[in-house]
């Protein structure tokens, strides 16, 4: 009922939107000020949606735009001052004329500010975004000011409901930790996007640890930036795509800004959440601290978490911006493990361990420089590095049998220390007729993680000290060293004003070495050791990779746009793939690294205010996919073992529209604002293996259906979301077990929950409220092999919070 509902809706906004549409335009001619002599390949920006037309042979230029309402243009060439105007258009052709100047002195750049219209709290990004191409790649921005939903706790359901196709962990009520998939792709800490913090990295090692363990606070971001498809080019060789955080700004018109947001919840939540801001003279700034704590709806999931944020930015002159910003977060979660599936049905809040517990420290930093060398050129340069910590301390035995207290904990204890360069110049030249952009970049990371596993207390609490013999690590000990240097280019062909291409190429050479050592314990049938021996080990691994993409644009109006693109993918075995010893599984030491490739075909388009839809296929190849399959051992028991099974292929249908009913009704400028969403995504992925037990079966963590549909309401300062999302049964590993005594792997059943939000602002006031798992109901997301398991890990029961936020 819900699909077609949907699809029905898609249709319907689709037909509106073609009835609709109107032929408005904005035209003129540009001239050279002292001679009136027409400018020839004059650039004419669209400022209102960051777009450029090229002027004629006679100077003329002409515009098609998609509603009423006033524009703002920027003019300018090459040895000619910038000029700025707005016009306003109702109906038929408003004509504005430029006549620009020869420059005197100095250059000086005319700050253009692309606003960025999000009426639903999602947009796309430009063409051309800062020192970034995104001509022709699936991009979703999802604009946090106008979302409603719980912020204190980071609820990805809610903030990214209107971003198509993801999966999503609902393991971690806290939103300590953000776990997002898509088309097939594991969410385990989003490991298969590019995780980045305004442009620069945040995982613990991009190449040998790509995992997120700190996630930017909701409440502190202006936008979420979401790129799929050939977003490889860009960021670094992944399947998923780039996921960039994008932390807000301190105001421009005043010297000081105070934001405080106070929460409260169910089961102890508290939340503070202070910021500054302001610009003076040439300097702009934010900042903010975050304190969170809770105890969790399960027992023994109490967290306590620190997370801070400073960013200055000095403007010497009009050219020319260096930044520094600086991240700290730290938390402490207890971690109530695991269920069995029979537990889950019997009570799915129990705890069965209460030895279990981890801490994260991060500390980031980056220093950037944007430097605009002349109206058509500008250069990005990204310095950043990390010092982290993460320690993991628990029972780790299977789920089904009792922790005993007689065993001491297993200690997992691994510092990041890393550092990088991406350096990007970006350059608009004229190619015929048209122009064309080109943008070339380098990268350089260089990563170091010490990682330790030993054996922890055999106490209950927080204690994260080794208690061997020795004092140190007796499981394993490693040193693991990643470097990665990248080139990579890519350029916008304007073949007409409507069709353009865009090809690109990536190099990269990346070398991962591990050296250090590791228990080997062998048992016989009855349990007894055999052979215990520490075993020395020094591996190293070198490779070249090209990557090559291409992508496609066609707009046959400024309301529509079909896209298309391809891209090679290609991914390196991480550092747990090399080494880690854990009960629930064992490492094939033969295992290879991962490639295929990845397209897109679809369309989009938008009326500001009234419409927004997307709709698109996608198709990935993945080879050599690493995954967790069964097979017995010397000792003809059954185990667990991680390596490259086979190849897998997903192919599927992401649709997204959203439509205010009565502006398509009453017009645009109708006060009152009743929106209806639709967001569906069909996924079909499937294993082609020599193995038996794999060929032919489903990807795990890929289910078929994911839907989410809503409704809000705004008039004036009041607002009130209603969200409902459904996600269809999905397996944990590639044979498709259905149900295991450990319940480390097996069917996680189809689930559906829904949620409510309001906020209702006064003068220097907000409140906000809301209400999640509305209807209390029990399901999970997640079956863990390791932490916070093993087993089973449930989702949040119906909870709800209230914040308070004052603006000074």
């Known amino acids: 009922m819900m699909y077609r509902f949907s699809l029905t809706l898609l249709f319907i906004v689709c037909g509106l939107q073609m009835a609709l549409a109107q032929s ?23 400022v209102n949606q960051g777009k450029v037309y090229i002027s004629d042979a006679s100077g003329n230029y002409s515009i098609e735009i998609a509603r009423p309402g006033t524009y703002t243009l920027t003019a300018y060439t090459e040895g000619l001052s910038s000029v700025t105007k707005q016009v306003t258009v109702e109906n038929g052709t408003a004509v504005l004329n430029f006549e620009l100047k020869p420059m005197e002195g100095q250059l000086k750049e005319v700050n253009v500010t692309s606003q960025r219209e999000a009426t639903f709290g999602i947009t796309r990004l430009n063409s051309v975004e800062g020192t970034a191409i995104y001509e022709a790649k699936k991009s979703e921005v999802v604009v946090l000011s106008d979302i409603t939903a719980n912020k204190a706790t980071n609820n990805s359901r809610q903030v990214f409901a209107k971003v198509a196709g993801l999966n999503i962990w609902e393991s971690d009520g806290a939103g300590l930790q953000l776990g997002i998939g898509g088309r097939g792709l594991s969410p385990n800490r989003t490991s298969n996007f590019n995780t980045r913090q305004n442009g620069y990295d945040i995982s613990a090692d991009a190449l040998g640890y790509p995992e997120s363990y700190y996630t930017p606070p909701t409440e502190a971001l202006d936008r979420i930036e979401v790129v799929r498809g050939a977003a490889s080019l860009q960021y670094g060789t992944q399947f998923g795509g780039m996921l960039n955080f994008v932390m807000r700004e301190g105001p421009e018109d005043k010297p000081f800004e105070l934001t405080t947001r106070q929460t409260i919840g169910s089961w102890g939540l508290f939340n503070s959440f202070n910021s500054i801001g302001g610009s003076k003279g040439k300097f702009h700034y934010y900042g903010f601290y975050q304190y969170k704590r809770g105890d969790g709806w399960r027992e023994n999931s109490g967290f306590d978490a620190h997370t801070a944020f400073s960013s200055i930015h000095f403007k010497p002159n009009q050219k020319l911006e260096i930044g520094f910003d600086y991240t700290f977060m730290d938390y402490l979660a207890q971690q109530p493990g695991g269920l069995t599936d029979t537990e889950f049905e019997q009570d799915a809040q129990q705890s069965k361990r209460d030895r279990n517990w981890f801490k994260v420290k991060w500390n980031l930093m980056a220093l950037t420089l944007d430097y605009r060398i002349g109206e058509r050129t500008k250069l990005n340069v990204r310095n950043f590095g990390l010092l982290a910590q993460r320690d993991a301390l628990g029972f780790m035995g299977k789920i089904n049998r009792p922790d005993d207290l007689s065993m001491p904990r297993t200690l997992l204890q691994d510092k990041f220390r890393n550092i990088g360069n991406e350096t990007r110049l970006i350059h608009r030249y004229d190619l015929g007729n048209s122009f064309s952009t080109l943008l070339v970049g380098t990268r350089y990371y260089r990563g170091f993680t010490d990682q330790k596993q030993g054996d922890g207390s055999l106490a209950a609490d927080a204690d994260f000290r080794f208690y ?14 990643s470097r990665n240097i990248a080139l990579f280019a890519e350029n916008i062909f304007n073949i007409t004003p409507k069709l353009s291409l865009t090809p690109g190429v990536r190099y990269e050479w990346i070398n991962t070495n591990a050296d250090g050592s590791y228990r080997d314990i ?18 190293s691994s070198s490779r070249n990779i090209f990557l090559l993409g291409l992508g496609m644009s066609y707009k046959p109006s400024e309301q529509m746009e079909v896209y298309g693109n391809f891209s090679q993918n290609y991914r390196a075995i991480n550092f747990n793939d090399m ?22 075909l679809g369309f989009r388009g938008n009326i500001s205010g009234v419409l927004n839809y997307d709709a698109s296929l996608f198709y990935i190849a993945y080879k050599d996919r690493i995954t967790t399959i069964e097979r017995p051992n010397e000792n003809n028991a059954i185990e667990r073992i991680r390596t490259n099974a086979g190849d897998t292929y997903h192919y599927g249908l992401e649709t997204f529209a959203e439509a205010d009913l009565l502006k398509l009704y009453y017009g645009a400028d109708h006060p009152t604002s009743i929106t209806a969403f639709s967001n569906i995504t069909y996924v079909h992925a499937t294993y082609s293996s020599p193995l038996s037990s794999v060929d032919g079966k489903k990807v795990e963590m890929a289910p078929s259906l994911i839907t989410k549909a809503g409704l809000s309401f705004k008039r004036n300062n009041f607002k009130l979301a209603y969200q409902f999302a459904y996600t269809s049964e999905q397996y944990t590993d590639a044979p498709n077990s259905i149900e295991e005594p450990t319940a480390v792997v097996g069917l996680i059943p189809a689930y559906w929950v829904m949620d409510l939000s309001g906020s209702y602002s006064y003068k220097r006031f907000t409140l906000e409220s809301g209400i999640n798992n509305l209807t209390d109901n029990r399901y999970f997301t997640r079956r863990a092999t390791g932490y916070p398991g093993p087993g089973i890990i449930p989702s949040d029961a119906r909870n709800y919070y209230v914040t308070l936020e004052f603006r000074l």
């Open 468 to 481: 061997s013999d020795n004092g140190g690590p007796n499981t394993s000990s490693y040193d693991y060293l």
């Open 522 to 539: 062998r048992r016989n049938q009855a349990g007894t050791v055999i052979y215990d021996k520490v075993i020395p080990e020094d591996r």
């Open 579 to 600: 080494r880690i010893i854990n009960p629930n599984q064992v490492v094939d030491q033969n295992m290879q690294d991962e490639s295929g490739y990845s397209s897109d």
């Open 24 to 46: 408005l335009y904005i035209s003129g001619k540009v001239t050279h000020a002292n001679t009136s002599r027409p400018v020839t390949k004059a650039e004419v920006l669209l």
